[in-house]
């Protein structure tokens, strides 16, 4: 449908809850296009949240699998409607980034293994067991629906990184 601008924190509609989507309609797949879109179209972008297209509803759209080295067994692209997690079990302290924060990493603690509930585009409910890094960023995709930010999830600052950014072609960084 459309690629959209990422919306930045400190913008408020980061940090609210999102509120449920209800019954899925052409608004709401609409809005799961853009999600995709949006996402494909970002350079190093795995997931992006509804939140972060400015919308305030529990919705976001993930896929691993676009990783250089994509983590085996994973789902591929997946879009949901008021997800919730299940479970999460295990714990790793590991870097993350967030487009809705460009300008830093953090090294954030997350469960290794998750189930999530939602519904798809097609209004069918879904349940989505995910291990390693699949798990890692359903919890971050689930997060912002929350209005947490990586910055909300690291224990101190010692755990905020700036982002080493590459120079673009023709472009010097000093």
Known sequence: MA???????????????????GEIGDRERSLAADLVDTMYDSPGCV???APQLGV?????????????????GNHGLLVL???????????ELAREGCMSVPDYTCDVRRGTEVVVRGTAPDGEPRVIEATGFEARALQHELDH???????DRVAA???????????AKGEHLK
Do not use: C, I, N
Not at 145 to 151: E, K, P, R
Not at 157 to 167: L, T, W
């Open 3 to 21: 690629v959209r601008p990422v919306v930045r924190y400190p913008a408020r509609v980061l940090k609210g809850v999102a509120g449920p989507v």
């Open 81 to 91: 409607f008021d997800p919730e997690l299940v479970m999460s079990t295990g714990s």
């Open 157 to 167: 600052r010692a755990d905020v990184f700036p982002r080493k950014r590459r120079a």
């Open 47 to 49: 997931g992006l949240a």
């Open 145 to 151: 629906l929350d209005g947490l930010l990586v910055l």
């Open 56 to 72: 305030a509803s529990r919705a976001f759209a993930m896929d691993v699998s676009v990783m250089r080295k994509p983590p085996p």
